[in-house]
């Protein structure tokens, strides 16, 4: 390994004080992209990084491989009929992105379309390599046909700061329409008639705000809403039916839905029910009916419906239960799907206009299962996406009338990959508080124990961590690692209560719970314990090396969270005001900013041994400012004893890494590498 220095960061002492309390941040300097300063330091960080990693080259290209050598690099999606097409995508060998294409659809069954061969009436919709070029990053922000699939509206980002461009085309003639319209944000909806499109522009604090309608040819968009509450973002969409426009206003913790007839893009949006705190909801159209997901007076939610002349009034179908979270729901001409998690696992349920609801089986353990790519409003199948820790990601069709399971195509895994030779299991730890957190695991079954074990977790905003599959994963369980999940609170594995006791000022749980998973495992399952996690599970990773750091032997944080106080006392960055529902709010409250100045990554790093560390993060990342893992890393290495502790920038990226897949493979590697040097030494 390199001996050689590490970059030291200067130290620029700034002071700020809030609720009497003063503290000295002696590298807030770093959040000045622009600053040559800061840009030599990241620069000279990353040079630190590939002299200190350098012997791991020949492994990293062996795991990069082995990703490589199991991928179907020639595939394509199972196509999904909307109207009178069948929708899909290509990967072609050798090519960053994928390309989007239709057939002409007939009856329900998907057409067979190899991988590498193209159908007599192929059309391309948008060819993801082509609109890239040479650019270092793309992405594409939104994708949306006319109801009669005669237009494309599609957006594109070529920096990775999630600033898109909107642009229409013509798909009866192939050309691009003059139509140019700059910093638009994710999403957008289409009127009936097609000639008119709805879309979003975000605030400063990259707040999407304001919902603008545009009329094709013409230059006059008119700014249809604007939200002036900062804790609440705004969305627009078109109802399965086509029947509705839907804009939608959130915070963390209450909803507001406006409809209006698609066929009257002109006309005044209607409120469904004004926004009362706490009260979140939503509205599909169900041919003669809404229905509504909602949580008043429901922690875990209930379905609900309503008439079309009164949509604020609510009648309950399937009433709240303390064991199941209704997620979402889904409405079609001749039924509904409600999506649920029950015992920490995703489930499907059916609910027929004219027969009674009935649940789908699926045998595994552990497993993963959400409707997938039905945009179909009349239509007697359901399409299922499905896997497990073991089970490659697949399609299902469920046929409605026979309640057969039709798989319509696995996930290939190439070189000889058998799920028998893996095993998933699920254990359970017992917090301090008495309570029982879940924890998924696989590894091979000749698998030694106790085993290196990667340890992952995120536990914010309810966002769930299910069981799933990973080729990249395989390099790790190949080489006699175990995998784990640890499901802490702040997450949705358990119920909207799950969440409710890992936020706010029951943040702490969170921390505790992916500590008590550690060393729950180390007793006799795991040898050594690598913590991974990313963005707010980057904030975890922090938290639980202040908080146990003889507990693991490599952490990995990815775009992490872990300048969280400073960023939620400052209403001038992006997301801050809108956080305050998650986190609390330290601005305006002294409870709330001691609570998270005392478990905060950047304020509680001490003297004490650290683990090693590596930090991954991004220039362009618009959610997690780059400066958040630079500051942490330079006063780890001030102030803590162990590491090495490193940062990686990529400077031509955002919040999800590199975009190309080949360029997201070699990352991985770099970071399995970096994890399997840590499990073995």
């Given at each position: 390994?390199?001996?050689?220095?590490?970059?030291?960061?200067?130290?620029v002492?700034?002071?700020?004080?809030?609720?009497?309390?003063t503290?000295?941040?002696?590298?807030?300097?770093?959040?000045?992209?622009?600053?040559?300063?800061?840009?030599?330091?990241?620069?000279?960080?990353?040079a630190?990084?590939?002299?200190?990693?350098?012997?791991?080259?020949?492994?990293?290209?062996?795991?990069?491989?082995?990703?490589?050598?199991?991928?179907?690099?020639?595939?394509?999606?199972?196509?999904?009929?909307?109207?009178?097409?069948?929708?899909?995508?290509?990967?072609?060998?050798?090519?960053?992105?994928?390309?989007?294409?239709?057939v002409?659809?007939?009856?329900?069954?998907?057409?067979?379309?190899?991988?590498g061969?193209?159908?007599?009436?192929?059309?391309?919709?948008?060819?993801?390599?082509?609109l890239?070029?040479?650019?270092?990053?793309?992405?594409?922000?939104?994708?949306a046909l006319?109801?009669?699939?005669?237009?494309?509206?599609?957006?594109?980002?070529y920096?990775?700061?999630?600033?898109?461009t909107?642009?229409?085309?013509?798909?009866?003639?192939?050309?691009?329409?003059?139509?140019?319209?700059?910093?638009?944000?994710?999403?957008g909806?289409w009127?009936?008639d097609?000639?008119?499109?709805?879309?979003?522009?975000?605030?400063?604090?990259?707040r999407?705000?304001?919902?603008?309608?545009?009329?094709?040819?013409?230059?006059?968009?008119?700014?249809v809403?604007?939200?002036?509450?900062?804790?609440?973002?705004?969305?627009?969409?078109?109802?399965?039916?086509?029947?509705?426009?839907?804009?939608?206003?959130?915070?963390?913790?209450?909803?507001?839905?406006?409809?209006?007839?698609?066929?009257?893009?002109?006309?005044?949006?209607?409120?469904?029910?004004?926004?009362?705190?706490?009260?979140?909801?939503?509205?599909?159209?169900?041919?003669d009916?809404?229905?509504?997901l909602?949580?008043?007076?429901?922690?875990?939610?209930?379905?609900?419906?309503?008439q079309?002349?009164?949509?604020g009034?609510?009648t309950p179908?399937?009433?709240?239960?303390?064991?199941t979270?209704?997620?979402?729901?889904?409405?079609?001409?001749?039924?509904?799907?409600?999506?649920?998690?029950?015992?920490?696992?995703?489930?499907?349920?059916?609910?027929?206009?004219?027969?009674?609801?009935?649940?789908?089986?699926?045998?595994?353990?552990?497993?993963?299962?959400?409707?997938?790519?039905?945009?179909?409003?009349?239509?007697?199948?359901?399409r299922?996406?499905?896997?497990?820790?073991?089970t490659?990601?697949?399609?299902?069709?469920y046929?409605?009338?026979?309640?057969?399971?039709?798989?319509?195509?696995?996930?290939?895994?190439?070189?000889g990959?058998?799920p028998?030779?893996?095993?998933?299991?699920?254990?359970?730890?017992?917090?301090?508080?008495?309570?029982?957190?879940?924890?998924s695991?696989?590894?091979?079954?000749?698998?030694?124990?106790?085993?290196?074990?990667?340890?992952?977790?995120?536990?914010?905003?309810?966002?769930?961590?299910?069981?799933?599959?990973?080729?990249?994963?395989?390099?790790?369980?190949?080489?006699?690692?175990?995998?784990?999940?640890?499901?802490?609170?702040?997450?949705?594995?358990?119920?909207?209560?799950?969440?409710?006791?890992?936020?706010?000022?029951?943040?702490?749980?969170t921390?505790?719970?992916?500590?008590?998973?550690?060393?729950?495992?180390?007793?006799?399952?795991?040898?050594?314990?690598?913590?991974?996690?990313?963005s707010?599970?980057?904030?975890?990773?922090?938290?639980?090396?202040?908080?146990?750091?003889?507990?693991?032997?490599g952490?990995?944080?990815?775009?992490?969270?872990?300048?969280?106080?400073?960023?939620?006392?400052d209403?001038?960055?992006?997301?801050?005001?809108?956080e305050?529902?998650?986190?609390?709010?330290?601005?305006?409250?002294a409870d709330?900013?001691?609570y998270?100045?005392?478990?905060?990554?950047?304020?509680?790093?001490?003297?004490?041994?650290?683990?090693?560390?590596?930090?991954?993060?991004?220039?362009?990342?618009?959610?997690?400012?780059?400066?958040?893992?630079?500051?942490?890393?330079?006063?780890?290495?001030?102030?803590?004893?162990?590491?090495?502790?490193?940062?990686?920038t990529?400077?031509?990226?955002?919040?999800g890494?590199?975009?190309?897949?080949?360029?997201?493979?070699?990352?991985?590697?770099?970071?399995?590498?970096?994890?399997?040097?840590?499990?073995?030494?």
């Open positions: 390994m390199s001996s050689n220095t590490p970059p030291v960061a200067k130290k002492p700034t002071e700020r004080t809030h609720h009497g309390d503290v000295i941040d002696e590298y807030a300097w770093l959040t000045d992209k622009d600053d040559p300063d800061t840009v030599a330091y990241l620069e000279a960080e990353n630190y990084l590939k002299e200190n990693t350098a012997h791991l080259g020949e492994l990293q290209e062996q795991i990069f491989q082995e990703i490589k050598g199991r991928t179907q690099e020639t595939d394509l999606s199972v196509p999904s009929r909307k109207g009178s097409w069948w929708y899909f995508s290509r990967t072609e060998e050798g090519k960053q992105y994928a390309v989007s294409c239709r002409p659809a007939e009856g329900d069954t998907p057409p067979e379309i190899k991988p061969a193209s159908l007599p009436d192929e059309e391309i919709l948008l060819d993801g390599n082509a890239a070029g040479d650019s270092d990053f793309f992405a594409v922000g939104t994708s006319t109801p009669d699939a005669t237009m494309l509206a599609f957006s594109t980002d920096k990775g700061d999630e600033r898109f909107l642009r229409f085309k013509n798909l009866e003639t192939g050309e691009l329409l003059d139509d140019t319209i700059e910093n638009v944000f994710y999403g909806a009127s009936a097609g000639t008119t499109f709805f879309y979003t522009r975000v605030d400063d604090a990259w999407p705000f304001q919902v603008y309608r545009h009329t094709l040819g013409s230059d006059d968009d008119v700014l809403y604007e939200e002036q509450d900062e804790r609440y973002w705004v969305g627009i969409g078109l109802t399965r039916s086509e029947k509705y426009l839907v804009l939608g206003a959130g915070s963390k913790i209450t909803s507001e839905v406006r409809l209006l007839d698609a066929a009257d893009p002109t006309g005044e949006f209607q409120v469904v029910r004004p926004r009362t705190t706490g009260v979140e909801y939503g509205i599909e159209d169900a041919g009916h809404f229905l509504v909602h949580n008043e007076n429901a922690e875990n939610f209930e379905l609900a419906t309503a079309k002349n009164e949509p009034t609510w179908l399937i009433e709240h239960r303390a064991d979270r209704l997620l979402e729901i889904d409405a079609f001409e001749t039924h509904a799907v409600l999506h649920f998690r029950r015992d920490g696992l995703t489930g499907i349920r059916v609910l027929p206009n004219d027969g009674d609801a009935y649940e789908i089986e699926f045998p595994e353990p552990l497993y993963d299962v959400s409707p997938a790519g039905n945009p179909e409003f009349s239509t007697n199948r359901l299922l996406g499905y896997t497990s820790m073991v490659p990601p697949s399609v299902y069709d046929d409605l009338a026979t309640h057969e399971l039709i798989l319509l195509k696995q996930r290939a895994v190439l070189g990959y058998d028998a030779d893996y095993e998933q299991t699920r254990e359970w730890a017992t917090a301090e508080d008495g309570v029982r957190v879940p924890i695991i696989v590894k091979r079954k000749d698998a030694a124990t106790p085993a290196p074990t990667v340890l992952y977790g995120y536990g914010s905003y309810e966002t769930s961590i299910d069981p799933g599959f990973s080729v990249a994963r395989l390099s790790l369980l190949d080489r006699g690692f175990a995998f784990a999940i640890a499901h802490v609170r702040g997450g949705g594995e358990m119920g909207r209560h799950w969440y409710e006791d890992g936020k706010m000022t029951h943040k702490k749980n921390f505790t719970d992916f500590v008590t998973a550690a060393k729950h495992l180390k007793k006799g399952f795991s040898s050594k314990v690598i913590a991974r996690g990313g707010a599970g980057g904030l975890l990773m922090g938290a639980i090396t202040n908080l146990a750091p003889e507990e693991f032997a952490v990995v944080a990815e775009v992490p969270f872990v300048d969280a106080l400073n960023t939620i006392l209403p001038s960055l992006p997301l801050t005001v809108i305050w529902d998650e986190w609390g709010d330290p601005l305006h409250n709330v900013y001691a998270m100045k005392s478990y905060t990554p950047y304020e509680n790093v001490d003297g004490r041994s650290y683990p090693p560390i590596l930090a991954i993060t991004s220039l362009n990342d618009t959610r997690v400012m780059y400066h958040e893992p630079a500051k942490w890393i330079a006063r780890l290495r001030a102030t803590a004893q162990g590491g090495p502790f490193l940062l990686k990529e400077m031509g990226a955002g919040h890494g590199r975009s190309g897949r080949y360029d997201s493979w070699r990352e991985e590697a770099f970071a399995l590498s970096w994890i399997i040097e840590r499990g073995t030494a």
